[in-house]
Every structure is written in structure tokens, then in C-alpha cells.
Antibody, heavy 122, light 108 residues
Framework: EVQLVESGGGLVQPGGSLRLSCAAS????????MTWVRQAPGKGLEWVAN????????YYVDSVKGRFTISRDNAKNSLFLQMNSLRAEDTAVYYC???????????????WGQGTLVTVSS | EIVLTQSPGTLSLSPGERATLSCRAS???????LAWYQQKPGQAPRLLIY???SRATGTPDRFSGSGSGTDFTLTISRLEPEDFAVYYC?????????FGQGAKVEIK
């Protein structure tokens, strides 16, 4: 059974930092692209960042570039999101998800974790 | 940035009725790069449809996706009680990847 379990969320002051983790199991983590998606309270979904299988390529939404860093540890089947210079508008539930490409190279976020809440407030 | 606009924002229907949800893109999106997700309160999103029309594993066949270019549709042929939820379309064709604002299917 595929499982993605996020942790590390919490309350942080504006300008502060937080590191989110996502523990993966039930699939070959080292062969999978991974992603972070966030959802502000009562709002829609926003893609945040992707990372390639070996960590060589990373992509970010403009609003987090230079502040957030996505990384992974394939030996520990873990995905991370280092968030620095946090702002009130970063307040959201952060989901990790697997980015799956099928045999025809069609992408989708096929498995999701339950999310971890990050609140940026003084 | 490709903006996805979903309509209607809320659909009020009874179990057994047909639901038709629209997703319109501000620019053409390859059909391979359009997906639909379902989200229930307090839960993570769940992949329903990818590649505009392919059902994900476990998606009941009452769900179908169609469309091309800038206009895509998610159809639920006969609503079951568990289908009342929020639905999001998402495009992977342009950077950044974007979601629609969501469409709620509620019980009438």
C-alpha cells in the first residue's frame, strides 16, 4: 500500500523557517518524481515544487523561488521542503504527492499524503 | 501562466442525477496534460482523471473526462452519495502547473 506521511508543520513567525518532511512507502521512491502542493485555508490547490528522481532537476512556482528548497533522500525514502523567509500568505496545508508519468509520458499526481498545516503568524 | 476557470462554481443536484463540470483554459492545453481531482472535506485530493479522459486506478466508470484545446469537461453520469465533493481540474502543459479554483457538487 502506498503511503505518504507529511510532518514538520506548525506555527512560525513571519520571516521564520520551517522544514517539512514526507516519508514514503509502498512504491519505489527513488524512481519517482515528487512534488509539493499547498492549499490555503478555505482556498484551492497550488502547485509549489517538483523534484526529479535523483534530485538533479527542481522546479518551483515563482512565489516561492529563492525562499523554498525541495530536496530528497532516496536512501531514507524521504522528501523535504525547506521553507525560509516565511510570509503570512504561505499559510496552508502542504501536501506531498507522487508525480507519476505513465507509459505514454502523461503526468499526474497519483498519490497524496494527508497534509501538514503551516501557519505563519505573529 | 495558464489560468483554468471552472464552472459552475457550485452545482446543486440530487443523487442519481448527471453532473457536468466545465474547465476552460486561458491558452490551449495538450489533452495529455489535463487532470481532474476530487477533494472531500478534511481529506487530501484524489486523482480521478488524467490525460483528459483516462480514468485513474479505482475511479468508477460513472466518471468520464473529455475535451481538448481550451475546453474540458468532467461528467458524473449518475451521482452517488459519495460523489458530493469539490472537483479541481489541473493543467501540466505550461509552467507553472496550475489548478482551477474548484467546483463544488452539493446535495440539493
Amino acid at each position: 500500500e502506498v503511503q505518504l506521511v507529511e510532518s514538520g508543520g506548525g506555527l512560525v513567525q513571519p520571516g521564520g523557517s520551517l522544514r517539512l518532511s514526507c516519508a514514503a512507502s509502498g512504491f519505489t521512491f527513488s524512481s519517482s518524481w515528487m512534488t509539493w502542493v499547498r492549499q490555503a485555508p478555505g482556498k484551492g490547490l497550488e502547485w509549489v515544487a517538483n523534484i526529479q528522481q535523483d534530485g538533479s532537476n527542481k522546479y518551483y512556482v515563482d512565489s516561492v523561488k529563492g525562499r523554498f528548497t525541495i530536496s530528497r533522500d532516496n536512501a531514507k525514502n524521504s522528501l523535504f521542503l525547506q521553507m525560509n523567509s516565511l510570509r503570512a500568505e504561505d499559510t496552508a496545508v502542504y501536501y506531498c504527492a507522487r508525480l507519476y508519468y505513465d507509459w505514454n509520458d502523461v503526468p499526474s499526481f497519483d498519490y497524496w499524503g494527508q497534509g501538514t498545516l503551516v501557519t505563519v503568524s505573529s | 501562466e495558464i489560468v483554468l476557470t471552472q464552472s459552475p462554481g457550485t452545482l446543486s443536484l440530487s443523487p442519481g442525477e448527471r453532473a457536468t463540470l466545465s474547465c476552460r483554459a486561458s491558452q490551449s492545453v495538450s489533452s495529455s496534460y489535463l487532470a481532474w481531482y476530487q477533494q472531500k472535506p478534511g481529506q487530501a485530493p484524489r486523482l480521478l482523471i488524467y490525460g483528459a479522459s483516462s480514468r485513474a486506478t479505482g475511479t468508477p466508470d460513472r466518471f468520464s473526462g473529455s475535451g481538448s484545446g481550451t475546453d474540458f469537461t468532467l461528467t458524473i453520469s449518475r451521482l452517488e452519495p459519495e460523489d458530493f465533493a469539490v472537483y479541481y481540474c489541473q493543467q501540466y502543459g505550461g509552467s507553472p502547473w496550475t489548478f482551477g479554483q474548484g467546483a463544488k457538487v452539493e446535495i440539493k
